[in-house]
């Protein structure tokens, strides 16, 4: 029986010249056929390209787009950012990691879930916010957002935020504020016009009466 993935690996090799320059095309390659780059495939890579396994595996560990463990059926994308943080997201994330035995980068045992906290997902007026699977979900504390992910591994998901419609809710409001902010401003002064002109008529009185 021949080996098919020795096979694969030399095939991969062989497309690419056997140029160690072009180590991160044939890891992506590999990494396109099984949806991460198994231990046993980077062995071969090493074997075929006479590169140091240390040298491969400092590369997929140093390109986050490189996975060394199966992709779970789910992937949680917890955002971290500054606003997040400061609303509880690291203490949804140690939540999660615990209840699901997942850490940076990973996939829960069940292979459920793959977690991957990232710096920011651009929704900052969801805050906490964590995207699953594409879909966002908001406002969340440590106790809801495992909640959320039991249901989703019990094969019940629940909807996403309409992303667009929040923002669209927020930047009306700021709208809503700048006019109530203007019209106050118009009858400060429209006020104060007033009181300057009664006190230059109450002027002119006196100057009158002194003539």
Do not use: W
């Amino acid at each position: 029986m021949p080996d098919t993935q020795t096979h694969s690996i030399a095939a991969i090799v062989e497309r690419y010249t056997g140029d160690p320059g072009m180590l991160i095309p044939m890891m992506q390659d590999i990494q396109a056929e099984h949806g991460y780059l198994p231990q046993a495939e980077l062995k071969e890579l090493s074997n075929g390209l006479a590169v140091p396994l240390a040298r491969i595996y400092s590369v997929a560990t140093f390109y986050s787009s490189f996975r060394l463990m199966p992709k779970g059926d789910h992937t949680i994308q917890l955002c971290m950012g500054t606003v997040c943080f400061l609303k509880g997201a690291g203490k949804i994330a140690q939540a999660i990691q615990e209840r699901f035995e997942l850490v940076p980068g990973g996939t829960s045992p069940d292979g459920k879930f793959t977690f991957c906290p990232v710096n920011c997902v651009g929704a900052c007026a969801l805050a906490p916010v964590m995207v699953v699977d594409g879909e966002y979900h908001g406002n969340l504390t440590a106790d809801s957002a495992a909640e959320f992910l039991e249901k989703i591994a019990a094969g019940d998901k629940p909807a996403g935020e309409d992303l667009d419609e929040r923002k669209k809710a927020a930047t009306d409001k700021e709208k809503s504020g700048g006019v109530k902010k203007k019209v106050a401003v118009g009858k400060k002064k429209g006020t104060g016009g007033k009181k300057k002109k009664a006190a230059d008529e109450k002027k002119q009185s006196r100057g009158s009466k002194k003539k």
